[in-house]
C-alpha cells in the first residue's frame, strides 16, 4: 500500500482583515418612529429565515440562485479563519528571485465533494502538468481533506498547496469562501513575489486549453482579460475592444453595463496589483451576486487599464471554457461502489 | 495568420467486408400465404418510419434511446464507405519493429460537432499528450473534416489521423459507423502489427486517468477489463473477479447476465486477437443496442479468458470516467459567436 498519510499536516491561522458593517442609513430614514420596531422584528425573521435557508442548503459551488444580505456586519466573522494545510516541499523552495524573468502562475482552485470531483480534478491536473512555473492552491470546502483528492496533487508532481476551510456560513456556498482565503494567504505568503506572480482563478471543472498559461495569464501587467466560452447562457462572453486595443466594454448578454463583466475565468491578476491595493478582497461588496465585480471593484483600475488578450488572433481562439461536468447516477445506487475509492 | 489548411487532405477508399444479410426464415414460416402482403406491407412501413426517425435526429453520440433493426441485409451498405483523412508524417513513420518490447496503444475516438465538443477535444489531447508511443485515431461523423478539430490535432504534437465518414443512417447514431470504420481501417492497416499493438476506444468527453495507458492497456494480453466511473447511472461499473483472478461476472445493475456487460471505456484488445477473429465487427449482431458485447462477441473469447486489471490494487483506483460535459447555452444566443472560433 502506498503512503498517502498526512504526515505534513500543519495548522494555520490566517488573520483577515476586518470589515466593519452599519446598517444602511437611508433605508432606515424612511421609517417613522412608528414604524421603527416593525423594521426591526422584520430584519431579525429575514435574517433568521436567511441563516435557516444557508445551513439546509448542500454546498454548492454554482447555485442558479444567490443570496443578499442586508447586514454589512456579519461578514466581520471571516476574521478568525482557522484551516489545515498539507504542501509539498516543492512549494515551500519556491523563492522570488527564481522568477525574475517568467513569472510564478498561482492558481487558486476551490473544490467540494460531488460525483464529478474526481475525473474532474484528474483533467485539471492533467493540463496543469503541461505548465511550467506553476503553484496550485486547492481549498477544500469543509472542515477535513479529502485523502482521493490528495492522491490526485501528490501524483501530479505539480507544486501545490491543499487547504481545508470550513465555509462562512455569511457567504454563498459557490467558493467565495476559499477564494477569499486563498487571496488573504497569497497576500500575506507570497508578498515577497510582488511582479514576480500572476495569480488566476481556475475552477475544477473548467477546460484550460495549455496556451492559456504562457500567451495570457504569465504575461499580465496588471489585469488581463480574455474570452471564456460556454458561459453565461452564452457560446461566449468576451472583452469588447476597440480600435486603439482599449477595453471599452464587455461582450456578453448579462448585465453588460457592469464595470466587470467577466467570469472568474476570464481574468489573471498581477500580484503587484493586488498588493497595491491593500483593501483587496471578495467580501467587501455590498451584494454578493457576482464575486468577479466584487473582487475586481476593490483594486482601483478601470477596465480601460486593463490589458486584453486573443481579440487580435487569426482565428480568435477561446482558451478557456466554463464546462461542467454531468452525471447521471440514480439515487438508489449512491452507496454501491465495490470497494472502489469513490470521493463521496 | 497560421498555416492551417489542408494541403495533406488524401481519399482513402476503404472496403469493409460484406456482410450477407437474408430474411428471417423462422419469422416467415409462421405467416400464412394469406398474410404473406400483409406482412410485407407493415415492414415496408415499419422501415420507411424508421428512417424518417433516423433522418429527423440530430446526430448524437449517446442518446437514451436506441434503434432496432429487423432487416439484416441493410447493413450491407456498409461495404463501399469513402472517407476523408488527415495524418501527420509521424503517423505514416509508425513501424512494428519500433514495438517489440512496449505495445502501441492505437485509440480510436468518435467525434461530432456540438457546443462542448472543442473543450471535450482539448482536454482530451492534453491528457493524451503525456502518453508515449500512441496512435491516434479521430473519426469525424460528418463529411467534411471540421477546421478547429484539425488545429487541436496539429497542435497536440500526437500521432494522429483524422478521417470524415459519413454515418450509415442504418446504425444508431452513437458512433457506431465510425467505430465500425476505423475497426476496419485497424485491421488493414496496421495488420503487421499484431501483438505489438493494442486498441482502445476512448470517447472524448469521458476523463482517462494518465495512469490507465501504462499500467492497464499497454499490459493487455488479449482482453484487459477495468472498472469505470460514473456510467450507468452508478457510481462505478467493474468486472467482478474471483479469488483465483478470473473474471466470473460484472458488478453492474444493468442487465449483468450479459456476456460483457461492459462499458466503451472498460476494456481494450490486442490487435493480435482481433486479427485472429477475423469477423472482428461491431455490426454483425441482430440487436444494435450495445456496440460492446455486440464486438466482443465477435472475437470467440469468454470473460474468463480475459484479464481483470486494478482489482487488486490498494486503495481501488477508478482509472476511467464516463464523464459528460453539460451547457446551458439559451437557443436564442446560438448564433452570437462575435467572431471567435466556435465549431457549431
Known amino acids: 500500500m502506498k503512503d498517502y498519510s498526512f504526515q505534513n499536516v500543519t495548522k494555520r491561522r490566517i488573520n483577515n482583515s476586518s470589515t466593519s458593517g452599519h446598517f444602511s442609513r437611508g433605508l432606515c430614514a424612511i421609517f417613522t418612529r412608528k414604524m421603527k420596531w416593525l423594521f426591526f422584528i422584520l430584519m431579525i425573521i429575514l435574517v433568521a429565515i436567511t441563516n435557516i435557508l444557508l445551513l439546509s442548503k448542500p454546498q454548492r459551488m454554482h447555485p442558479s440562485t444567490t443570496v443578499f444580505f442586508p447586514i454589512r456586519r456579519r461578514l466581520s466573522s471571516l476574521t478568525q479563519q482557522q484551516a489545515i494545510s498539507i504542501c509539498n516541499q516543492t512549494f515551500y523552495h519556491l523563492h522570488s528571485a527564481a522568477f525574475n524573468n517568467d513569472r510564478l502562475i498561482i492558481v487558486i482552485t476551490p473544490t467540494y465533494k460531488r460525483f464529478t470531483r474526481i475525473p474532474d480534478l484528474i483533467r485539471l491536473s492533467q493540463t496543469l502538468m503541461h505548465i511550467s512555473k506553476l503553484a496550485w492552491l486547492v481549498i477544500e470546502d469543509g472542515k477535513q481533506i479529502s485523502d482521493a483528492v490528495y492522491r490526485i ?72 482579460v480574455w474570452a471564456v466560452g460556454t458561459v453565461a447562457n452564452l457560446l461566449l462572453e468576451a472583452p469588447s475592444v476597440n480600435e486603439e486595443g482599449k477595453v471599452n466594454g464587455w461582450l456578453t448578454k448579462y448585465a453588460p453595463g457592469r464595470s466587470w463583466a467577466i467570469d472568474m475565468a476570464g481574468f489573471a491578476i498581477n500580484l503587484e496589483l493586488l498588493l497595491q491595493a491593500q483593501g483587496a478582497s471578495f467580501v467587501t461588496c455590498k451584494r454578493k451576486v457576482s464575486p468577479e465585480p466584487c473582487l475586481l471593484s476593490t483594486l482601483n483600475i478601470t477596465k480601460e487599464n486593463s490589458q486584453a488578450f486573443g481579440y487580435d488572433e487569426n482565428p480568435r481562439d477561446i482558451l478557456v471554457w466554463h464546462t461542467k461536468s454531468n452525471h447521471h447516477i440514480h439515487r438508489k445506487y449512491f452507496k454501491m461502489n465495490y470497494e472502489y475509492l469513490i470521493d463521496v
Chains 1, 2 share one sequence.
Do not use: H, M
Not at 488573504?184 to 488566476?200: G, I, M, P
Not at 504562457?214 to 504575461?219: A, G, L, V
Open 153 to 224: 496533487l501528490q501524483r501530479s508532481n505539480l507544486t501545490y498547496c491543499y487547504f481545508a476551510v470550513e465555509r462562512n456560513r455569511n457567504f454563498p456556498a459557490r467558493g467565495w469562501t476559499a477564494r477569499q482565503f486563498a487571496l488573504r494567504f497569497v497576500l500575506q505568503y507570497f508578498a515577497n513575489f510582488s511582479n514576480r506572480a500572476v495569480v488566476y482563478f481556475a475552477d475544477d471543472d473548467n477546460t484550460y486549453d495549455v496556451r492559456i498559461f504562457d500567451k495570457f495569464i504569465r504575461k499580465v501587467e496588471k489585469i488581463g
